[in-house]
């Protein structure tokens, strides 16, 4: 799918529990990374050259942040790719059926995650509001979703809107 940005990245939108209980599964970065600093997001990033393709780059990344085995990942669809408008990256999200998180034994990669992070569907829904949300001095109108006192927004909150609105 095409979309704006200048650099391929992907991420896994890891779905558990479907259909009778879904929710996901993020990544919670460490405060303090030099980008995206605290930042709630799906595990993923920038395309390999050693990838086989983008779907590659989603599992590879989730193994890597999270240790999250690809053989256990079901892809079951992919969503638009979303943009950022700071870094000009070019998201693209794939959805995964996994088991429930707490069978996955999934381990936080100390040199990026902070913690794993698991929500369900309703929470998120409920969790949902239109923000404004001061980022490097400018002020943003922007859809945000807080859980248990966790913000997503950003590029995480467009990839997060566009799967609730699918499911």
């Given at each position: 799918?095409?979309?704006?940005?200048g650099?391929?990245?992907?991420?896994?939108v890891?779905l558990?529990?479907w259909?009778?209980?879904?929710?996901?599964?993020?990544?919670?970065?460490?405060?303090?990374?030099?980008?995206?600093?605290g930042?709630?997001?799906?595990?993923?990033?920038?395309r390999d050259?050693a990838?086989?393709?983008?779907?590659?780059?989603?599992?590879?990344?989730?193994?890597?942040?999270?240790?999250?085995?690809?053989?256990?990942?079901?892809?079951?669809?992919?969503?638009p790719?979303?943009?950022?408008?700071?870094?000009?990256y070019?998201?693209?999200?794939?959805?995964?059926?996994?088991?429930?998180p707490?069978?996955?034994?999934?381990v936080?990669?100390?040199?990026?995650v902070?913690?794993?992070l698991a929500?369900?569907l309703a929470?998120l829904r409920?969790?949902y509001?239109?923000?404004r949300?001061?980022?490097?001095?400018?002020?943003?109108?922007?859809?945000a979703?807080?859980?248990?006192g966790?913000?997503?927004?950003?590029?995480?909150?467009?990839?997060?809107?566009?799967?609730?609105a699918r499911?």
């Open positions: 799918m095409e979309g704006r940005g650099t391929d990245a992907a991420v896994l890891p558990h529990g259909p009778d209980a879904p929710g996901l599964i993020f990544t919670e970065r460490r405060a303090d990374m030099r980008r995206h600093a930042e709630i997001s799906f595990p993923g990033g920038r050259d990838d086989a393709d983008l779907t590659a780059t989603a599992l590879r990344e989730a193994e890597e942040e999270i240790g999250l085995d690809p053989a256990t990942v079901e892809i079951c669809g992919a969503l790719p979303a943009a950022t408008f700071v870094t000009g070019r998201i693209h999200p794939f959805v995964g059926l996994v088991a429930e707490a069978e996955l034994n999934l936080p990669n100390p040199a990026e902070e913690t794993v929500f369900t929470a409920d969790g509001e239109m923000r949300l001061v980022r490097r001095g400018v002020a943003i109108h922007t859809p979703y807080e859980v248990d966790h913000l997503i927004w950003g590029a995480t909150a467009r990839i997060l809107g566009d799967l609730l499911v």
